[in-house]
């Protein structure tokens, strides 16, 4: 007994001295004051209702980059200035390695840092631009099925005028059935029984949001010391009895026995000396894996453990996107009605033989591309990345900052250990960056040829932060694009999407639940995830 509170005592000790050789790097960045020692300002951070709420009043007051509190003494640098965001993430890389826990559920995958280079490498074949376009019948086949079942729900009312629908659901058992058939030629079924309930889709329906909205007291302390558990026991915590970690136990299980049932027929295939026929995601590892070198080559548990992450960062990522993508044309009809257009006038001018559009018929959208652009720079999914410092180093900032101390500096030292937290929401809405509009919904600023001229670059598209960027930015991002440019396509040369008839004071806030945000109607948050919309049929 003496020991284990001799050891509390020891462990507990550490933590304070850590977290105070930390806090000297900080001390005169100006920031808020959480006026608490244990939670800082995580408990208000964890529960906020609105992504941004605290991210733009607070670079609003202390500009691009600031210092916040965290449990037990800690502090964390926020940051959203250009210079300092690409410096980060493209200079030094793995200088800033994801924290801990953030990278509880991509490490499944992506491994600790020193297998990510490996991890990578066997996964970008597969992410390639010339891969990604061979799933466009898929993308445009779930999406036009997307379209029938909406069309079948709508029908037992009346089609003449927009009725309401929560489409956040749709375009979440949509993404799901894409990614399941790509990545891994499984097939979900999701919007076959959109109706009844099917294992999969109810595993990942409301799976961030039941298990991270408003994280309890001992979770946000118990995430706060990961830093000092060792990664060898760090690996049981998903048998932990927290809420979080019940539900994404569920998930794992479920996805790793479907990735078994076809990486068995594959492995066969492969160990008789033959390349996989197929062209999913999860053959062209197996095949890249193969031929790499035996001694960095991944085991079958590491290759599932990418099927499990690929459906974990490849699906409500992309379904709440488009879900955004939806509310905001519903609210700027003349948006909407522009996009109409120019799909309509493509779709005029495909040749006699082709049926549908190509990659190159999506890619000249330019007003559709202009609006997904806006929505990925608008409502950032992933509203912030997590990094730690593990060099000494010197952060140069685009913006000189003064310090409490009064001092004026152009860039900041800091030590290794040190949290930083990229406030992508904050960024994205960046006057300096996106011009004065940049809290207002503009898909036209993306058609300024200037508009990049005098910008930083931060991002892997149109350079807005959502992707994150470096070598741990979203692999799959190339695949999001398309996968969104033919869902949208498909939908609005249908549908008709305006704000939900009867629902004039809804209010939508985009919550956040642990690494997204999701979509939630104000005052009913106990209902989760859904966005009531108008639909209508076009034709
Ligand atoms: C709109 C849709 C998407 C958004 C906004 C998004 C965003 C992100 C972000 C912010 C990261 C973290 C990067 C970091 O920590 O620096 C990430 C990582 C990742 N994403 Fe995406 N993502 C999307 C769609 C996809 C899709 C469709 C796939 C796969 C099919 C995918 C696969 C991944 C993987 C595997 C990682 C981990 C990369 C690594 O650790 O190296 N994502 N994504």
């Known amino acids: 007994m003496h020991t284990i509170i001799l050891a509390f005592i020891f462990g507990f000790a550490i933590l304070c001295l850590s977290m105070r050789r930390r806090r000297r790097w900080l001390h005169d960045i100006a920031g808020p004051r959480s006026g608490s020692w244990l939670y800082g300002h995580q408990l208000r951070f964890n529960r906020q209702n609105d992504v941004g709420e605290l991210d733009f009043e607070w670079n609003h007051r202390y500009g691009n980059i600031w210092r916040i509190d965290d449990c037990f003494g800690g502090e964390s640098l926020m940051v959203a200035d250009p210079k300092a965001i690409h410096h980060i993430l493209h200079v030094q890389g793995y200088g800033y390695p994801k924290t801990r826990l953030s990278r509880q559920f991509t ?16 996964l970008a074949p597969a992410f390639a631009a010339q891969p990604i376009r061979a799933f466009l019948p898929i993308f445009r086949r779930v999406a036009a099925q997307l379209v029938q079942i ?46 009844e309930r ?83 995601i999860l053959s062209i590892i197996v095949d890249a894996n193969n031929s790499s070198d035996s001694s ?28 955004w993508l939806a509310y905001e044309l519903a609210h700027h009809q003349a948006d909407q009605d522009e996009i109409r257009r120019e799909i309509t006038g493509r779709r005029a001018k495909l040749p006699l033989r082709q049926r549908d559009f190509s990659v190159a018929d999506l890619d000249a959208l330019v007003f559709t591309n202009a609006c997904i652009k806006e929505v990925l720079r608008f409502h950032p999914i992933s509203p ?12 140069p900032l685009s913006k000189p900052i003064t310090l409490k101390s009064g001092k004026t500096i152009a860039d900041i030292e800091i030590g290794s250990g040190v949290p930083v937290l990229i406030s992508t929401c904050a960024y994205n809405r960046l006057a ?24 930083v670059s931060v991002g892997l598209h149109a350079n807005v932060l959502t992707f994150s960027g470096g070598n741990s930015g979203c692999i799959g991002f190339r695949f999001a694009l398309l996968e969104m440019q033919s869902t949208i396509t498909e939908l609005i040369e249908n549908i008709k999407f305006t704000p939900p008839p009867g629902m004039d004071d809804i209010e939508m806030l985009r919550v956040p639940v642990g690494a997204i945000m999701a979509p939630m109607v104000k005052g009913k948050l106990h209902e989760r995830t859904q966005m009531p919309l108008g639909v209508e049929f076009l034709h």
């Open 107 to 122: 490490a499944l995958a992506f491994g600790r840092d020193d297998t990510h280079v490996q991890h990578r490498k066997v």
């Open 150 to 195: 909406w069309k079948d729900q709508l029908q037992c009312g009346d089609m003449s005028k927009p009725q309401v629908l929560s489409v956040s659901r749709g375009f979440s058992n949509a993404t799901l059935d894409i990614i399941g058939e790509t990545v891994f030629d499984y097939h979900f079924g999701s919007l076959d029984g959109f109706e």
């Open 296 to 323: 960095v080559r991944l085991s079958e548990d590491e290759v599932l453990s990418q099927v499990t992450t690929l459906l974990f960062a490849g699906h409500e990522t992309t379904a709440t996107t488009l879900t």
């Open 432 to 455: 300096s960056v996106w011009g004065a509009d940049a809290h207002e919904w503009n898909p036209r600023r993306f058609l300024n040829p200037h508009l990049r001229d005098t910008q």
């Open 198 to 280: 099917n294992e999969f889709s109810d595993i990942f329906h409301n799976l961030w949001a039941n298990s991270n909205l408003h994280p309890s007291k001992p979770a946000i302390l118990f995430g706060a010391t990961w830093q000092f558990i060792p990664e060898s026991l760090l690996r049981f915590v998903e048998y932990l009895p927290f809420r979080q970690f019940v539900r994404f136990r569920e998930y794992l299980v479920a996805g790793k026995r479907a990735g078994k049932e076809m990486l068995k027929d594959m492995t066969q295939y492969v160990s008789e000396g033959k390349k996989s026929h197929h062209a999913d």
């Open 384 to 395: 912030w990345v997590t990094r730690e410092s593990a060099i000494h180093d010197i952060i």
